[in-house]
């Protein structure tokens, strides 16, 4: 099958070849990086918040900070957190019963929680560790530890 002549007058121009279809380059997104990620910080130690708030937020990620599990509540009830990192060991409202509390009322939130403790000797907080599937962190602990406790949780890498 031939391809059909074009007819050209004598002195005229010819017609411009087309141009090239554009390229067209796909950049992937990676959901883990689209926006900052958002990280609740239950701790009692001022110091220790203060550290991890700086730190984090150096990382690009949102902080909340609060002090025991009943202002968790209040947080993970107006919201979801990309990573929940809670001391076990705190007054009124300690880490487990937050957790428990979480477990009754947004349970896919419970995958995303790195405890927190410097207590890891005693048996109740060994007992309660043993029985849920979250990450750890041992205090004092590195930020290379809180950032790969942060990866495993989020998908996050740093």
Known sequence: ???????????AKPPDPEPPAPRVYEIPEDPSQARPQTVLVLEDDPELCSMLQVTLEQQDY?????????????QILARNFDAILCDIMM???PGDMFYLAVQRTKPDLCKRFIFMTGHQNDPKIREF??????????????MRALFDA??????RSH
Do not use: D, W
């Not at 099958?1 to 002195?11: K, L, R, W």
């Not at 942060?150 to 998908?155: A, I, M, N, P, R």
């Open 150 to 155: 942060l990866e495993s949780v989020t998908g």
């Open 62 to 74: 949102r902080v909340t900070i609060v002090h025991n599990g009943a202002q968790g509540v209040q």
């Open 129 to 142: 560790l043993a029985r849920v599937p979250c990450r750890i962190l041992y205090k004092p602990f590195t």
């Open 1 to 11: 099958m031939s391809t059909p002549a074009e007819f050209i007058q004598p002195g």
């Open 91 to 93: 007054p009124n409202f």
